[in-house]
Every structure is written in C-alpha cells, then in structure tokens.
C-alpha cells in the first residue's frame, strides 16, 4: 500500500468536505468511517461491532449510523472512491474520455486496494452464504458504481451505437476496470504499477476502437463475423 498517497488522498477529502458535516455527528461518523478505513487498508473486513469497539463508540451508536456492515462497507467504499464518483469529462471523444476516467480511477483505486480487496472479499461471502441458505437478514452489499461511470465515459456514442452494442461495450469496458484489474494484472501477473495502467488502458482502447468499427462497418453494410454478435 503507498501509504503517502493514502494520507495526500485522505487530506484532500478533509478539506473538501462541506461545513455542514462538520457537527458532532459527522464527527463521529468520520471517526467511525476513518476507523473502518483504516481497519480495511489492513486487510479486515470488519463488522459493525468490531468498527465501533475500534473507534471507542457504543454499539448502539455504531448501529444508528450504520445498521448494517453492507450498509458500513458501502460507506467506507464511497470514501475510498472520493473524486471518482464525481468525475466528468468535457471531451466528445469516447476513447479520451474512457482515458481520462482510467487517469482518475485506477490510481485512487490502487491506493485504497486492500479497502476495495476487503469489500470485494464481503461480496463473495455473501455470495456463499447467499447459495448455502446462510445470509439470513443481513442486507446485501452492492456493487455498482463502475456501470453508470463506464456508461458515462462512452455517452458520445449513444447516437452511433445500438443499445445492445452500447451496453455490450460498456460490460466490456467492466473487465478491465476496478480493483479486479489490479488483483490479475498486478497479483497474478506480477506487474508494477506503471505496467499495469498501460495494459489496461491500451485494452480500453482497443475495446472502444472495435466497437466503433464495429458499427462504421454495419453502415456500410458490411458484415462482420458472427461472433462478435450479441443476440
């Protein structure tokens, strides 16, 4: 973990933060979400109990402001995403925006990888419990927010692609994107972090390319090879 990025990532998120969260609440549910930040950066998933014995607040506090560790995590995964969530591109070309979403994303995901590894790790044991009959009431955590991000960086071709073709890019664009890329390109592969973006930039790209040829080849009336067809 680069714990300098971490800290700069963190500090920034400070002072952005609105006036109005500032109250004593907001301070404890800062101190709650710093606590289970920091508890995740560590490689724990913790749970609404063990965020609350960690960070010195009654259960029963923890548990008005997170009902859930679903409802925690997700919390601590916004917190990690920061300046993610809110990114915008003025650029109509879909390949520069899908580009600069990449720049963006990638290394505020790298630097709170073992807080996204530790929510991924949460989805799978819901998985399993979900398919052994065991999760019981405990909500589900859900993942997501790479869909509307993926949907926006392509928006350009919204007009140019069919629907299935648009959305077929954007579950496309999905593999190669989010804390997963990390765990094959850097775990299974081996790469630096350098290596790393550019293989899954130079992926990016070829995937918008072949969607846009794809299309520009169908207007000509060209056909194109059966396989590359969604039904």
Do not use: C
């Not at 765990?183 to 899954?200: F, H, T």
């Amino acid at each position: 973990m680069d714990v300098s990025r971490q800290q700069a990532a963190s500090n920034d998120d400070a002072e952005q933060m609105p006036a109005a969260e500032k109250g004593p609440r907001a301070r404890t549910r800062r101190l709650m979400l710093e606590t289970a930040t920091r508890l995740m950066q560590a490689g724990v998933t913790p749970s609404v109990s063990e965020v609350a014995e960690a960070a010195e607040v009654s259960r029963a506090t923890a548990y008005r402001y997170f009902p859930s560790q679903a409802a925690l995590v997700q919390a601590v995964v916004d917190e990690g995403l920061g300046p993610i969530l809110t990114w915008k591109s003025v650029s109509t070309d879909p390949e520069r925006r899908v580009a600069e979403l990449f720049a963006t994303a990638m290394p505020r995901i790298e630097a709170f990888e073992a807080t996204f590894k530790a929510a991924l790790k949460l989805s799978l044991d819901q998985w399993a419990q979900r398919q052994a009959g065991t999760l019981g009431t405990e909500p589900a955590f859900k993942r997501g927010h790479r869909v509307d991000l993926l949907k926006d960086a392509i928006a350009p071709l919204k007009g140019q692609l069919k629907p299935r073709q648009f959305k077929r890019l954007a579950q496309a664009l999905s593999m190669m994107f989010g804390v997963e890329v990390l765990i094959v390109l850097k775990d299974i592969w081996g790469l630096e972090s350098r290596d790393m973006m550019s293989v899954a930039d130079w992926a990016a790209g070829a995937l918008v390319r072949a969607a846009i040829a794809e299309s520009e080849a169908k207007a000509r009336g060209v056909s194109t090879s059966p396989k590359t067809e969604m039904s």
